[in-house]
């Protein structure tokens, strides 16, 4: 009975995925937007039921993965398109299709990694480029699509990329640097004061993104 409690919550997190969906089909993206949040709540809480009710197991893992794709990948691909990118087009396909593409391959290879990989995570979490859609809609900021499209290719791109972002579980083979997480704030003002303060609500996910790129660079120039 314990396993049901960890599978509600993964279950949780598909249908809010589904959800957004349905509400980005009938023009309701603010709802869609936060549906996807609610997707990442569920995404939160089923792993750490399952390891303290002592379920957590492989089966688990595959479910959850798959709930993300859908979630954070599909909805929010199928969100961001309807939202910005078909004012572009046939070709504003494209940049959601790679993104959504590459959500998948970057859980496939989280699974495989799990054993290998601690202490951070190698590419960007999908949940936060998830989020970081879901925000820049429920912003209600439309940027010009042609820039939007660059955007969710890197954002693809960076799901798959060997950036190291911080997993916040505790003991990490990074130094984390203060001074990248200065300079990711400082770039949030400059994009707040600059681009448009709405944008406000993506800043925990944007800056993630920052920081990880700028603690990774510091590391490497370190290590040489």
Known sequence: MKNIIPCLFTSGNLGFGVLSMIMTL???FTAAGICILLAMACDACDGRSARAL???????KELDSLSDV????AASAFLIYTYSLQELGWIGVVPA???AALGGIRLARFNLNTGVIHGYFQGMPIPNGGCLIATYVISGVHLP???IGIFVVALGYHLVSKIHNPDFKGASPDVLHKSALAISLIFGAVVLVFVDWHLV???PFLLYIVFGLVNTAMNAASAR
């Open 26 to 28: 009938h023009g309701m």
């Open 54 to 60: 002592g379920v957590a197991g492989e089966f688990g």
């Open 70 to 73: 859908v979630s954070f990948g």
């Open 97 to 99: 299709i790679i993104y």
């Open 145 to 147: 699509a042609w820039l």
């Open 201 to 203: 609500f993506t800043m």
